[in-house]
C-alpha cells in the first residue's frame, strides 16, 4: 500500500498516467518543475560565487517565517518569501571582505541561523499543535499544492530566470573576477546585491517543495554536478537545468509510489546523481576539470 | 512530560526554588558541561574557519539520533557513532582537514534525507507521538534530561574541554600558519582531523541540549564574540567558554521562569544578544582583518 492507494506495475505506460491521474500530483509536478528550474539556476550562480553558505542560512530562515505566517493565520508561502527576501537584504547589507571562509562573517551567519531556527521553534510551540507541521516545513511536503500555489511558484520562477538572464554576462564577470569586474566599470556590489535577493526568492520557492532543510538538493546538487562535467559556463549551467529537473522529476515520481517521504527520495536522487557526475569527471580519457573552475 | 515539569514550574514561587527541581539540576549539571564544551571548541572551528563543518556535523547529529532511534537502539549511539564517523570522513576527504562547502552542503542533504527517512521508520514504527521525537531531536529538550543522562553528558563535556585545552597550543599554531606549523615538525593534518573529532563529539553533546539545528549557534556565537572581544588566543578561549555558560545558564533560567518560551529558543535569544552587544562594543580592531 503507498501513499495513493496506487501500486507499481510493470507496465511503464500505466503507471505514468496513474502518476497524473489525480490532481494534486499534477500540481506537484508543475510547481516541481518551476521550482528546479529556477534553483538550478540560480545556485548555479551560487557555487559560482561561493554563496553556498550563505544560501543554507537563507534557507533556514524561511522556517520562521513560515511557522510565524501559520501562526499569525497566514499562508506559510508568504512567510517563505518574506523572510528569505529579508534576510538576503540583511546578509547583502554585511561586509563582505573575502571572497570565501572569512571566520567571523561565518560566525555571525552560524549564529543568525540558529537564531532563526529558534525562532521558528518559538512560534511552532506557541501556535500549539503544530509538531507535525514543522516536520512538514522542514522536510518538504507536495500533497495538497493548490492551483493558487503553482500559479505563485511558475510567476516568480519566470521572473527569477529572466532577471538571471538579463544580467548573465556582467553576473558571471563579477563572480569569477570582482576587482577586475569592477574596473571594467560593472557595479559588482549592486549586481551581488540583486543576486542575494533573487536567491531569497528562489530558495523561498524551492523551500514549499523540498522543506526549508533540503533545499541544498534542488540549489547545490544541480550545480555542483554539472561544474563537475564541464567547465564550460553555459554547458554547464543547461546541464545543471536538466539535472534539477531529474531531481524533481525522478524523486516525486518515486515518492509517489513508496511509503517513505519526499524529501528523502528527493535529496537520494540528487545525491546518486552527484556521485555519478564526480565518478564521469574521473573517468579514464577526460580531461580534468581545470584547478578553480569547479568551485571557482 | 517537559510541559507538566513547566506548568508546575510556573506556578511555583520562581527563582529560589529553581534548583529544588530535579529536571533544573539536570539541565544546569549537563548544560553547563556543554556549554563549556561548545564554547571551547568553537573558538577554535571559527578560527579554522569551519562553521560550516561544524553545521554539517550537526546535521549529522540529527540522522544519527533518528537513525539509532528506528533502529529501536539508544539515540546517544546514533547521536555519538555518526559524528565521529563522518567527522573523520570530513577530515580526509577534505582538503587538509578543511573542507570544501560545496561538498558538504551536497553531503548533508544526503544526511538530512537518511534522516527523514528514518524518521517515517521510527514513527511508522512506533505509531505514537508523531512530530515529537523530530521535533526533540530537531530542537532538543534539556529539560527532558533524566538524572543519568545529564552525568553522562557532563562527563563527556568535561573530557571534551580537557581534550582542547591539551591540545590547544600546537592547535593555535597548525590553525594560524599551517604551513610553518609543519615545517616544524607539528603533525597538521592529524591535528586537524582530531579536532574535527572533537568537534563531532561536541556536536552530538550539544544535540541532547539544544538539538541538532541549534548547535552551531552555541559553537559559533559565544566564539565569535569572543574574537571580537580581544585578540589574545587565550582569553579568547576563556571568554567563549564564559559567555556560552552564561547564555545557558540565562536561557534556562529564563525558559524556567517563562513556560511559554522553549529553553531552545532562549538560549539561542541570549547568544544572538550577547553577539550583537560584542559587536556594538567598539573595541578590539587591531587584529589584521583582511
Known sequence: MTMAGVDLTWNIARDVNNLFAYHFMVNAFRAGTAVAVV??????????????????TLSVVGFPGAAGAVWLGLSASLGFFAFCVTAALFIAALPRRTRRGFSEESAVIGTLQAFALACGLLFASLYAGFLNGVTALLFGNFLGITNGQVATLVITAAVCVVVVALVYRPLVFASVDPDVATARGIRARALSVLFLV???????????????????ALLVVPAAAAQAVTARPAASLALAVGFGLAIAWIGLAIAYYSPYPVGFWISAVALAIYSAARLFARSPGRRPVPAGSRVA | MTLQHLAAAATGSGLFDMLAHPFMRNAFLAGTAIAAASGLVGY??????????????????FSGALG?????????????????????AIGLLGNRGRSDDVVIGTVFTGVLGLGVLFLSIYTRSSSGSNGVANVNVLFGSVFGLGAAQAAVAAVVGVGVCVAVIAIARPLFFASLDAAVASARGLPVRALGIGFLVLVGVCAAEATQAVGALLLVGLVAGPAGAAQRLTDRPWAGLGIAAGLAVLSMWVGLTASYLDGSLPPSFSIMAVVAGVYALAVAIPGVTTRARR
Open chain 2, 44 to 61: 577554535f572551528v571559527v578560527l579554522r574557519s569551519q562553521v560550516f563543518s561544524a553545521d554539517a556535523l550537526s546535521h549529522v547529529a
Open chain 2, 68 to 88: 539509532a532511534l528506528a533502529l529501536g537502539i539508544d539515540a546517544r549511539a546514533g547521536l555519538f557513532g555518526a559524528s565521529v564517523l563522518v567527522a573523520v
Open chain 1, 198 to 216: 533573487v536567491l531569497g526568492v528562489a530558495v523561498a520557492a524551492a523551500a514549499q517543495i523540498t522543506g526549508a532543510l533540503l533545499v541544498f
Open chain 1, 39 to 56: 534553483a538550478a539556476v540560480v545556485g548555479w550562480f551560487m557555487v559560482l560565487r561561493e554563496e553556498t553558505f550563505a544560501g543554507h
